[in-house]
């Protein structure tokens, strides 16, 4: 895979930067770009990794990780344009811009592969979906996969399907701490401390994540074990249902999906 360079070291920058480390690269191995003079120093004392300008990373790098967001992808391709080889990978984590906008913009022929990740790679449990550009082949999704395995799980998908990952899996976490921020308020609406509440909930999203994850019945079927006839949880299942939250769910993913292809649409041209 070569040399590393992660352009833009937000929260997810930082993410893969620190996965890739505890994924037994070494510093010398990484680079990234920080526009924050501040930043960069904090991130190039705390991992040892050297921080570049965008045109040095496009010379240096075999791979290049673009994590900015995307009202300011600009001004990087532009700079990438100048200065990166035709044969350097680049992976795009920006979401909904699509693969042509990188094609249409870098030197001819560049493999691009788009990727759709989300905030738990903070704590090395991202769900990433990628997606191959016109050139990029077999072996580039196979190295963005490794590349990516190192803070959560792959799966490849079409890129037609990526505005629908955004929205399901991108902005998933947010869903769930809205939900879960809704659950404490109703702990204390009965009365509990805002603490206790919290803990209450937080480990039992916790441990309904694990046994999602680890049980192979459906969802379904996790929830009617759980429902009893006549029981409280049944209750509570047919007020979600009278106040529509299935129906408000299915809206909300997709408006962030319809969101999603309209940050594509404004690089069109």
Same mark, same amino acid.
């Given at each position: 895979?070569?040399?590393?360079?992660?352009?833009?070291?937000?929260?997810?920058?930082?993410?893969?930067?620190?996965?890739?480390?505890?994924?037994? #690269?070494?510093?010398? &191995?990484?680079?990234?770009?920080?526009?924050?003079?501040? #930043?960069?120093?904090?991130?190039?004392?705390?991992?040892?990794? @050297?921080?570049?300008?965008?045109?040095?990373?496009?010379?240096?790098?075999?791979?290049?990780?673009?994590?900015?967001?995307?009202?300011?992808?600009?001004?990087?391709?532009?700079?990438?344009?100048?200065?990166?080889?035709?044969?350097?990978?680049?992976?795009?984590?920006?979401?909904?811009?699509?693969?042509?906008?990188?094609?249409?913009?870098?030197?001819?022929?560049?493999?691009?592969? #788009? !990727?759709?990740?989300? @905030?738990?790679?903070?704590?090395?449990?991202?769900?990433?979906? !990628?997606?191959?550009?016109?050139?990029?082949?077999?072996?580039?999704?196979?190295?963005? @996969? &490794?590349?990516?395995?190192?803070?959560?799980?792959? !799966?490849?998908?079409?890129?037609?399907?990526?505005?629908?990952?955004?929205?399901?899996?991108?902005?998933?976490?947010?869903?769930?701490?809205?939900?879960?921020?809704?659950?404490?308020?109703?702990?204390?609406?009965?009365?509990?401390?805002?603490?206790?509440?919290?803990?209450?909930? !937080?480990?039992?999203?916790?441990?309904?994540?694990?046994?999602?994850?680890?049980?192979?019945?459906?969802?379904?079927?996790?929830?009617?074990?759980?429902?009893?006839?006549?029981?409280?949880?049944?209750?509570?299942?047919?007020?979600?249902?009278?106040?529509?939250? #299935?129906?408000?769910?299915?809206?909300?993913?997709?408006?962030?999906?319809?969101?999603?292809? &309209?940050?594509?649409?404004?690089?069109?041209?």
């Amino acid at each position: 895979m070569g040399t590393i360079a992660v352009l833009g070291a937000g929260k997810i920058g930082e993410a893969l930067l620190s996965g890739l480390l505890n994924g037994g #690269r070494s510093p010398e &191995e990484l680079l990234f770009t920080e526009r924050h003079p501040e #930043r960069a120093a904090e991130l190039e004392a705390k991992y040892g990794i @050297t921080g570049v300008t965008v045109e040095d990373a496009a010379k240096r790098a075999d791979l290049l990780v673009v994590a900015v967001k995307p009202q300011d992808i600009d001004p990087v391709l532009d700079s990438l344009a100048a200065a990166l080889e035709a044969e350097t990978l680049v992976v795009s984590l920006c979401a909904g811009l699509p693969t042509s906008l990188f094609e249409r913009r870098l030197p001819a022929g560049t493999p691009v592969v #788009r !990727v759709m990740p989300n @905030t738990p790679m903070l704590v090395g449990e991202a769900m990433s979906a !990628v997606s191959p550009g016109s050139h990029a082949g077999p072996e580039h999704v196979r190295t963005v @996969t &490794e590349l990516l395995s190192c803070v959560g799980k792959v !799966v490849e998908v079409p890129e037609s399907q990526q505005d629908a990952v955004t929205a399901l899996s991108g902005s998933g976490p947010a869903y769930f701490f809205y939900l879960v921020e809704a659950m404490i308020d109703a702990g204390i609406l009965l009365g509990l401390p805002r603490a206790v509440a919290e803990r209450l909930i !937080v480990q039992s999203a916790v441990g309904a994540a694990k046994m999602l994850d680890e049980s192979e019945s459906h969802p379904v079927l996790l929830r009617e074990a759980v429902t009893s006839p006549a029981g409280t949880t049944i209750n509570a299942i047919r007020e979600l249902e009278n106040h529509g939250v #299935r129906a408000a769910l299915l809206a909300a993913i997709e408006a962030a999906r319809d969101r999603s292809v &309209e940050l594509g649409r404004a690089h069109e041209g």
